[in-house]
């Protein structure tokens, strides 16, 4: 299967991502509403991409005590995203708890329950911040299949990890644990400030189900023509 390429819209106003939206037009179906957007222009953002019809990642890694994320989960229902994030270092009760809170509601309401996904380790931390918090684990891939381990049991429906982690993940968690992995660089793109990129085509090749693809396509000339030839590379 075919990934799904999910566009992050990094920028400080609602007028920059309308932009981008507008030109990618029906290229693009998933945008990412992450911390600056969102701070910056939330409720407009999200109102506009329901008009348009496209699905909505919100990326803002809740990370607080159990009552605080559910809650937070819970009042981000009301915008009908279509998939919400937490870190899966919040701990095992943080996460099971608003899974529980999250079906209860929307199981009572009908109102249409998000992916929940778990941040495991971002990709600007390495086995330096390891060593530093003093966790124990060897290298980062074992951390993250720890945490991916800890997602899973606590019933996420997948995590944030890099394309490299996937196959290790999908084979021991089950394939429809969902994978969503940044870090996509197309073979002729600049990698920016990214250090460990994958291309569209080897991302598919390890099994993930959506890519999260900024720059690439935000920065381009066209991003229409940008996206598609994302989408080619993985045929
Ligand atoms: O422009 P670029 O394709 O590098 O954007 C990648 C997006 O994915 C950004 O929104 C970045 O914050 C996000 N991200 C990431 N690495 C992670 C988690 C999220 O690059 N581990």
Redesign the pocket.
Known sequence: MKPEIIV???FDNVDAAKKIVKSAGDAVTWY?V?LELFVADGQKVIEFLKNENKKIFL?L?FHDIPNTVTKAVLTSLKYETDMVNMHTQGGPEMMKTTVEKIDEYCDKTGVPRPLLIG??????LDEAYLNIMKLGFATSRDYVLHLAGLAKASGLDGV???AQETPAIKSALGYDFITVT????PASASV???KR?VTPKDAKDMGTDFI????????APDPKKAAMEIQEEMC
């Open positions: 992050a819209l990094d990412k992450g990326d890694k941040v495991t380790l971002l990709t600007s944030v990890s890099s940044p870090g996509i660089r920016d400030d990214q990129v999260v693809v900024g720059r690439p396509i935000t920065k």
